[in-house]
């Protein structure tokens, strides 16, 4: 799994330095590329509003490969089915809508690879009755399967006061 990591991720550097060195890259298939990855992240935004499971799980590959980093416990997931159960429980924390903001949502691809950061904001009323208003910082890979663009790895993270230990939770830039 780390030397498939590795791979992907050094076929992304590479390709990356090859566009940036005027060499074959067509602008159009970036674009193309870039555009569909962001049609994707609005499909799972309109997903998680609409407490879609199965729809939020179209976003990701369907399979055993999927590797998540989530910002709350445990530290990571493997495979759909694992990160499927992860989204259950985070909905339930929304017993009423959940709204969610993408913001600046930044995309590059080459290839069959393609990796995607930015804020997701996430708010709404708890389960405690009490506001919920997160920002999650979310960086997504990507990998291009059946002519379908679906998420293989997530890392998705608060900033950390060292001071305190405790996440910021509504950080801004």
């Known amino acids: 799994m780390r030397a498939r990591a590795c791979f992907s991720a050094g076929a992304l550097l590479s390709g990356a330095i090859l566009c940036l060195s005027g060499s074959s890259c067509s602008d159009s298939s970036?674009?193309?590329?870039?555009s569909e990855v962001k049609v994707s992240v609005q499909r799972l935004r309109d997903a998680v509003q609409a407490k879609n499971l199965d729809s939020i799980m179209e976003y990701y590959v369907p399979d055993e490969s999927l590797f998540v980093y989530d910002a709350v416990p445990p530290r990571q997931y493997v495979g759909a089915k694992a990160f499927r159960k992860d989204w259950e429980n985070s909905l339930?924390?929304?017993?009423g809508p959940i709204q969610v903001e993408v913001v600046d949502w930044t995309v590059s691809t080459e290839g069959n690879l393609a990796y995607g950061y930015g804020p997701f904001r996430v708010s709404g009323i708890g389960k405690d009755g009490n506001p919920l208003d997160l920002i999650v910082r979310v960086t997504d890979v990507y990998r291009k399967i059946g002519g379908k663009w679906v998420c293989v790895h997530e890392h998705a993270s608060w900033p950390v006061d060292l001071?305190?230990?405790k996440a910021d939770l509504t950080s801004k830039p």
């Open 30 to 34: 970036i674009d193309s590329g870039q």
């Open 92 to 95: 339930a924390l929304f017993p």
């Open 163 to 165: 001071t305190t230990g």
